[in-house]
Protein backbone atom coordinates (compact mmCIF):
# COMPACT_ATOMS: atom_id res chain seq x y z
CA UNK A 1 0.00 0.00 0.00
CA UNK A 2 1.65 3.16 -0.78
CA UNK A 3 1.09 6.34 1.77
CA UNK A 4 -0.49 9.81 0.79
CA UNK A 5 2.77 11.42 0.91
CA UNK A 6 5.80 9.81 0.11
CA UNK A 7 10.02 10.66 1.73
CA UNK A 8 12.78 11.05 -0.82
CA UNK A 9 16.52 10.20 -0.37
CA UNK A 10 19.12 13.11 -0.78
CA UNK A 11 20.03 14.08 -4.18
CA UNK A 12 23.64 12.78 -5.16
CA UNK A 13 24.77 16.08 -4.88
CA UNK A 14 23.67 16.85 -1.29
CA UNK A 15 24.69 13.26 -0.81
CA UNK A 16 26.28 13.20 2.60
CA UNK A 17 26.18 16.97 3.11
CA UNK A 18 23.91 17.50 6.30
CA UNK A 19 21.54 20.63 6.18
CA UNK A 20 22.50 21.72 2.31
CA UNK A 21 20.98 24.62 1.30
CA UNK A 22 17.80 23.65 -1.14
CA UNK A 23 18.58 24.35 -4.90
CA UNK A 24 15.79 26.62 -6.66
CA UNK A 25 12.69 24.52 -7.87
CA UNK A 26 13.59 21.80 -5.10
CA UNK A 27 11.06 20.64 -2.70
CA UNK A 28 13.49 19.14 -0.20
CA UNK A 29 12.54 15.63 1.91
CA UNK A 30 9.06 15.32 -0.43
CA UNK A 31 8.51 13.17 -3.98
CA UNK A 32 5.91 14.18 -5.58
CA UNK A 33 5.61 10.22 -7.43
CA UNK A 34 4.00 7.11 -5.45
CA UNK A 35 6.12 3.97 -4.20
CA UNK A 36 6.28 1.57 -6.58
CA UNK A 37 3.96 -1.08 -5.16
CA UNK A 38 1.56 -3.72 -6.13
CA UNK A 39 -1.31 -0.78 -5.94
CA UNK A 40 1.32 1.19 -8.36
CA UNK A 41 0.68 -1.42 -11.31
CA UNK A 42 -3.03 -2.50 -10.72
CA UNK A 43 -4.38 1.05 -10.88
CA UNK A 44 -1.89 1.76 -13.58
CA UNK A 45 -3.01 -0.68 -15.61
CA UNK A 46 -6.41 -0.01 -14.81
CA UNK A 47 -5.45 3.87 -16.43
CA UNK A 48 -4.06 2.67 -19.62
CA UNK A 49 -7.44 0.43 -20.09
CA UNK A 50 -9.39 3.65 -18.85
CA UNK A 51 -7.13 5.20 -22.16
CA UNK A 52 -8.02 3.10 -24.58
CA UNK A 53 -12.19 2.17 -23.75
CA UNK A 54 -12.54 6.51 -22.77
CA UNK A 55 -10.78 7.41 -26.15
CA UNK A 56 -12.88 5.33 -28.13
CA UNK A 57 -15.55 6.43 -26.37
CA UNK A 58 -15.67 9.96 -26.41
CA UNK A 59 -14.51 10.10 -29.50
CA UNK A 60 -18.10 8.03 -30.28
CA UNK A 61 -20.23 10.02 -28.10
CA UNK A 62 -19.34 13.85 -28.16
CA UNK A 63 -19.38 14.04 -32.03
CA UNK A 64 -16.32 16.26 -31.95
CA UNK A 65 -14.17 14.06 -34.18
CA UNK A 66 -10.74 12.80 -32.84
CA UNK A 67 -9.31 16.13 -33.30
CA UNK A 68 -12.22 18.07 -31.48
CA UNK A 69 -11.77 15.20 -28.11
CA UNK A 70 -8.03 14.82 -28.51
CA UNK A 71 -8.08 19.06 -28.00
CA UNK A 72 -10.19 19.01 -25.24
CA UNK A 73 -8.40 16.00 -23.17
CA UNK A 74 -5.49 17.82 -23.74
CA UNK A 75 -6.76 20.64 -21.86
CA UNK A 76 -8.19 18.80 -19.36
CA UNK A 77 -4.96 17.36 -18.77
CA UNK A 78 -3.10 20.98 -18.93
CA UNK A 79 -5.13 21.96 -16.24
CA UNK A 80 -5.02 18.54 -14.07
CA UNK A 81 -1.26 18.95 -14.13
CA UNK A 82 -1.38 23.01 -13.81
CA UNK A 83 -2.75 21.61 -9.73
CA UNK A 84 -0.35 18.40 -9.54
CA UNK A 85 2.80 20.76 -10.11
CA UNK A 86 1.60 22.64 -7.46
CA UNK A 87 1.08 20.38 -4.89
CA UNK A 88 4.20 19.86 -2.63
CA UNK A 89 3.99 16.37 -2.17
CA UNK A 90 2.26 13.25 -3.53
CA UNK A 91 -1.32 13.65 -3.21
CA UNK A 92 -3.20 10.27 -4.67
CA UNK A 93 -6.02 11.65 -6.21
CA UNK A 94 -4.48 14.53 -8.21
CA UNK A 95 -1.69 12.32 -9.54
CA UNK A 96 -4.12 9.50 -10.73
CA UNK A 97 -6.05 11.97 -12.02
CA UNK A 98 -3.30 13.37 -14.57
CA UNK A 99 -2.55 9.68 -14.80
CA UNK A 100 -5.52 8.69 -16.55
CA UNK A 101 -5.83 11.83 -18.08
CA UNK A 102 -2.23 11.03 -19.87
CA UNK A 103 -3.29 7.49 -20.49
CA UNK A 104 -6.61 9.41 -23.02
CA UNK A 105 -4.29 12.15 -24.00
CA UNK A 106 -1.71 9.40 -25.11
CA UNK A 107 -3.54 7.67 -27.21
CA UNK A 108 -5.21 9.86 -28.91
CA UNK A 109 -1.96 11.33 -30.21
CA UNK A 110 -1.46 7.99 -31.71
CA UNK A 111 -5.10 8.13 -33.12
CA UNK A 112 -4.26 11.06 -34.64
CA UNK A 113 -1.52 10.21 -36.35
CA UNK A 114 -2.44 6.69 -37.13
CA UNK A 115 -6.11 7.44 -38.36
CA UNK A 116 -6.16 11.30 -39.32
CA UNK A 117 -2.66 11.69 -40.41
CA UNK A 118 -2.37 8.77 -42.22
CA UNK A 119 1.47 7.66 -40.54
CA UNK A 120 2.41 4.43 -40.63
CA UNK A 121 2.28 2.19 -37.22
CA UNK A 122 6.12 1.51 -37.52
CA UNK A 123 6.82 5.15 -38.56
CA UNK A 124 4.57 6.54 -35.41
CA UNK A 125 6.61 3.64 -33.33
CA UNK A 126 9.79 4.87 -33.93
CA UNK A 127 8.96 8.40 -33.42
CA UNK A 128 7.74 7.82 -30.31
CA UNK A 129 10.76 5.95 -28.92
CA UNK A 130 13.15 8.46 -30.30
CA UNK A 131 10.84 10.70 -28.36
CA UNK A 132 10.96 8.74 -25.52
CA UNK A 133 14.82 8.11 -25.69
CA UNK A 134 15.54 12.03 -26.11
CA UNK A 135 13.83 12.60 -23.05
CA UNK A 136 15.47 10.28 -20.63
CA UNK A 137 18.98 11.08 -22.46
CA UNK A 138 18.14 15.07 -21.53
CA UNK A 139 16.56 14.40 -18.27
CA UNK A 140 19.80 12.22 -17.19
CA UNK A 141 22.22 14.96 -18.33
CA UNK A 142 20.34 17.41 -16.60
CA UNK A 143 19.36 15.65 -13.34
CA UNK A 144 21.81 12.94 -12.91
CA UNK A 145 18.93 10.40 -12.32
CA UNK A 146 15.99 8.80 -13.93
CA UNK A 147 14.84 7.22 -10.36
CA UNK A 148 10.75 8.12 -9.88
CA UNK A 149 12.12 8.22 -6.23
CA UNK A 150 13.88 11.74 -7.21
CA UNK A 151 10.76 13.35 -8.50
CA UNK A 152 11.16 16.07 -6.23
CA UNK A 153 12.26 18.71 -8.30
CA UNK A 154 9.90 21.14 -10.45
CA UNK A 155 12.14 20.37 -13.88
CA UNK A 156 12.27 16.42 -12.64
CA UNK A 157 8.68 16.46 -12.68
CA UNK A 158 8.41 18.31 -15.96
CA UNK A 159 10.84 15.26 -17.16
CA UNK A 160 8.66 12.59 -15.77
CA UNK A 161 5.27 13.81 -17.07
CA UNK A 162 6.69 14.31 -20.51
CA UNK A 163 8.22 10.65 -20.13
CA UNK A 164 4.66 9.34 -19.03
CA UNK A 165 3.21 10.72 -22.05
CA UNK A 166 5.92 9.26 -24.30
CA UNK A 167 5.27 5.98 -22.82
CA UNK A 168 1.56 6.01 -23.84
CA UNK A 169 1.73 7.42 -26.84
CA UNK A 170 4.70 4.71 -27.85
CA UNK A 171 2.17 1.66 -25.92
CA UNK A 172 -0.31 2.61 -28.18
CA UNK A 173 1.38 2.57 -31.65
CA UNK A 174 3.88 -0.49 -30.12
CA UNK A 175 0.89 -2.64 -29.12
CA UNK A 176 -1.64 -1.80 -32.85
CA UNK A 177 1.56 -2.56 -34.49
CA UNK A 178 1.76 -5.80 -32.70
CA UNK A 179 -1.94 -6.68 -33.18
CA UNK A 180 -2.30 -6.09 -36.46
CA UNK A 181 0.89 -7.50 -38.03
CA UNK A 182 0.26 -10.39 -35.87
CA UNK A 183 -3.44 -10.60 -36.11
CA UNK A 184 -3.25 -12.62 -32.13
CA UNK A 185 -6.99 -11.49 -31.31
CA UNK A 186 -7.08 -9.27 -28.02
CA UNK A 187 -6.30 -11.55 -25.15
CA UNK A 188 -3.53 -13.75 -27.02
CA UNK A 189 -2.18 -9.99 -26.95
CA UNK A 190 -2.60 -9.85 -23.37
CA UNK A 191 -1.35 -12.72 -22.82
CA UNK A 192 2.24 -12.06 -24.60
CA UNK A 193 2.17 -8.52 -23.29
CA UNK A 194 1.69 -9.93 -19.66
CA UNK A 195 4.64 -12.34 -20.37
CA UNK A 196 6.79 -9.87 -21.79
CA UNK A 197 6.33 -7.54 -18.02
CA UNK A 198 6.66 -10.94 -16.31
CA UNK A 199 10.08 -11.48 -18.10
CA UNK A 200 11.50 -8.15 -17.21
CA UNK A 201 10.55 -8.80 -13.46
CA UNK A 202 12.51 -11.76 -13.46
CA UNK A 203 15.58 -10.37 -15.21
CA UNK A 204 15.29 -7.34 -12.03
CA UNK A 205 15.04 -9.70 -9.54
CA UNK A 206 17.18 -13.11 -10.60
CA UNK A 207 19.58 -11.35 -13.37
CA UNK A 208 19.84 -8.16 -11.41
CA UNK A 209 18.65 -5.92 -13.94
CA UNK A 210 18.93 -2.18 -13.03
CA UNK A 211 15.39 -1.35 -11.23
CA UNK A 212 15.53 2.25 -13.49
CA UNK A 213 15.28 0.26 -16.86
CA UNK A 214 13.03 -2.25 -15.69
CA UNK A 215 10.71 0.17 -14.59
CA UNK A 216 10.40 2.39 -17.42
CA UNK A 217 10.19 -0.88 -19.60
CA UNK A 218 7.13 -2.73 -17.48
CA UNK A 219 5.62 0.95 -17.52
CA UNK A 220 5.62 0.66 -21.58
CA UNK A 221 4.26 -2.30 -21.79
CA UNK A 222 1.58 -1.77 -19.47
CA UNK A 223 0.10 0.62 -22.02
CA UNK A 224 -1.09 -2.27 -24.46
CA UNK A 225 -1.56 -4.39 -21.66
CA UNK A 226 -4.15 -2.80 -20.63
CA UNK A 227 -5.25 -1.67 -24.08
CA UNK A 228 -5.77 -5.14 -25.06
CA UNK A 229 -7.48 -5.92 -21.91
CA UNK A 230 -10.11 -2.99 -22.31
CA UNK A 231 -10.53 -4.06 -26.07
CA UNK A 232 -11.39 -7.68 -25.07
CA UNK A 233 -13.87 -6.08 -22.73
CA UNK A 234 -16.01 -3.75 -24.76
CA UNK A 235 -15.69 -5.07 -28.57
CA UNK A 236 -18.24 -6.84 -30.38
CA UNK A 237 -18.14 -10.55 -29.83
CA UNK A 238 -18.15 -10.88 -33.84
CA UNK A 239 -14.46 -8.86 -33.52
CA UNK A 240 -13.04 -11.32 -30.47
CA UNK A 241 -14.32 -9.73 -27.54
CA UNK A 242 -17.05 -9.87 -24.64
CA UNK A 243 -19.25 -7.00 -25.78
CA UNK A 244 -19.32 -5.00 -22.55
CA UNK A 245 -19.24 -1.82 -24.95
CA UNK A 246 -17.12 1.10 -24.05
CA UNK A 247 -19.59 3.00 -21.25
CA UNK A 248 -19.77 -0.16 -19.37
CA UNK A 249 -16.22 -0.97 -19.32
CA UNK A 250 -15.05 2.81 -18.67
CA UNK A 251 -17.31 2.85 -15.72
CA UNK A 252 -16.35 -0.15 -14.72
CA UNK A 253 -12.37 0.21 -14.15
CA UNK A 254 -13.27 4.25 -13.42
CA UNK A 255 -14.69 2.84 -10.27
CA UNK A 256 -12.20 0.54 -9.36
CA UNK A 257 -9.46 3.31 -9.96
CA UNK A 258 -11.79 5.47 -7.32
CA UNK A 259 -11.88 3.18 -5.03
CA UNK A 260 -8.19 2.25 -4.89
CA UNK A 261 -7.57 5.76 -5.21
CA UNK A 262 -9.96 6.82 -1.70
CA UNK A 263 -8.40 3.78 0.06
CA UNK A 264 -4.96 5.02 -0.20
CA UNK A 265 -5.76 8.49 0.23
CA UNK A 266 -7.71 7.14 3.47
CA UNK A 267 -4.01 7.61 5.26
CA UNK A 268 -0.63 6.74 6.47
CA UNK A 269 -0.28 2.74 5.51
CA UNK A 270 2.82 -0.07 6.27
CA UNK A 271 5.63 0.52 4.30
CA UNK A 272 6.14 -2.31 1.44
CA UNK A 273 7.37 -3.70 -2.01
CA UNK A 274 9.91 -0.78 -3.26
CA UNK A 275 12.31 -0.55 -5.78
CA UNK A 276 14.76 2.58 -6.17
CA UNK A 277 17.74 2.81 -7.99
CA UNK A 278 19.16 6.12 -8.74
CA UNK A 279 22.27 6.71 -11.50
CA UNK A 280 24.23 9.74 -10.86
CA UNK A 281 27.20 11.48 -12.69
CA UNK A 282 28.40 13.36 -9.93
CA UNK A 283 31.97 13.42 -9.40
CA UNK A 284 32.24 11.09 -12.40
CA UNK A 285 30.94 8.57 -9.83
CA UNK A 286 27.69 5.94 -10.12
CA UNK A 287 25.80 6.35 -6.94
CA UNK A 288 22.44 3.92 -6.74
CA UNK A 289 20.40 2.60 -4.20
CA UNK A 290 18.70 -0.20 -4.24
CA UNK A 291 15.11 -0.44 -1.71
CA UNK A 292 14.74 -4.14 -0.40
CA UNK A 293 11.27 -5.56 -1.25
CA UNK A 294 9.71 -7.23 2.02
Known amino acids: ?17 AGATATPGHRPHWNKVPE ?11 CTTVGETAADLLNEKLGLGLTGVSLLMSVLLAGVLVVQFRTTAYRAGVYWLAVALISVVGTLISDNLT ?33 IHSVDTVSREAYYWLAVLF ?36 AHRALGLNAVPSFWIAYILTRPLGASVGDYL ?29 HLS ?3 SPYVDQTDATLSSHGGESWARSATYR
Open 266 to 268: AGP
Open 167 to 202: TFALGTAAGDLVAERMALGYWVSGLLFGLAIAAVAV
Open 115 to 147: DNMGVPLETSTAVFAVALAVTFLVWYRREGTLS
Open 1 to 17: MTSETSQTSPSPAAHGR
Open 36 to 46: VTAYFWIIKVL
Open 234 to 262: SQPTGDGGLGFGTVVTSALFLTVILGLVV
